[in-house]
């Protein structure tokens, strides 16, 4: 396939070709492109956000977050909040850098490359595609250190996040199907979609509230880690979106 036609400026693609890049301390630009960032947060970005934060996911998206365009016209985006202070900083950066580090949103992991997912038809999956960024500002690309892209994913901590991403991107082509059975932009059902993606902890009161995994076949192990884990309960929470909205069936009725 021809990727020219979708590749946007500053940028080219990476295959499995070597890229130079170092961000550290020591490079002139160090902390300046935590500033006036307009920063796409996906769902698994708000989950490791909050738990880093040890804040309610509801709390997470009144104080940090604003809904923006999505990638289709039928379900919103969200984007982090920047401060409003001079030079608008992200709201998580320190005087000595990220002070979010270790569950740093996914576009800030994956920096200077950007990761692009290509929906190759129902049932037919996914391909990813990788561009690297060429920012002029941005010195670590003039650093000695040299990866390759999976070098660079295990570097960074990506598998989860690429995971939950891939889901989420999957669920995302579904909604731009324009599933919402002519309810139209905020109706009763997106409104259960936007719980169910971007608020995992009011999702998980209403799961709980309306027994919804006692009227599915889940194996007990299964079960247990959605009690557990905010990520098992995201995944459960796609599956059973697409289950109620009438796409690909991936869960049974009892
Ligand atoms: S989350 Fe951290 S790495 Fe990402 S923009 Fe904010 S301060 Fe920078
Ligand atoms: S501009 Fe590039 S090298 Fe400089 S701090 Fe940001 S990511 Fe690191």
Known sequence: MDTKEFLPPERTRV??????????SGVSCYLSCCRNVDMLLFPYDIILLKQQLNIASSQFLQQ?????????????????KMNADEGQPCPFLGDKGCT????????????????????????????????LTHHP?????GEQRRYSIRQWERDQ??????????LWGELDAFFA??????????????????????????????????????????????????ARDDGSLLQ???????????????????
Request: hydrophobic fraction near 30%; aromatic fraction near 16%; glycine fraction near 10%.
């Open 137 to 141: 500002y941005c010195k670590g690309h």
């Open 100 to 131: 979010v580090y270790v569950n740093r949103p996914s576009a800030c992991r994956t920096y200077p490359l950007e990761r692009g997912i290509e929906h190759l038809g129902p049932g037919r999956g996914l391909r990813v595609h990788y561009f």
């Open 177 to 226: 199907s324009n599933p919402w059975a002519g309810e139209g932009k905020a109706g009763p059902y997106q409104q259960l979609a936007f719980m169910v993606c971007y608020n995992v902890d009011t999702f998980r009161d209403y799961v709980e509230t309306h027994g919804i995994l006692n009227q599915f076949q889940l194996r007990k192990d299964e079960r247990q880690r959605i």
């Open 236 to 254: 459960f929470g796609f599956r059973w979106l697409e289950f109620i909205l009438g796409g690909h069936k991936k869960l049974f009725k009892k």
């Open 64 to 80: 940090f977050v604003s809904i923006c365009e999505g990638s289709h016209p039928f379900f919103p985006g969200l984007k982090l």
């Open 15 to 24: 295959e499995n070709d070597l890229f130079n890049f170092h961000c550290h």
């Open 157 to 166: 901590k990506l598998h989860d996040c690429n995971y939950y991403n891939d």
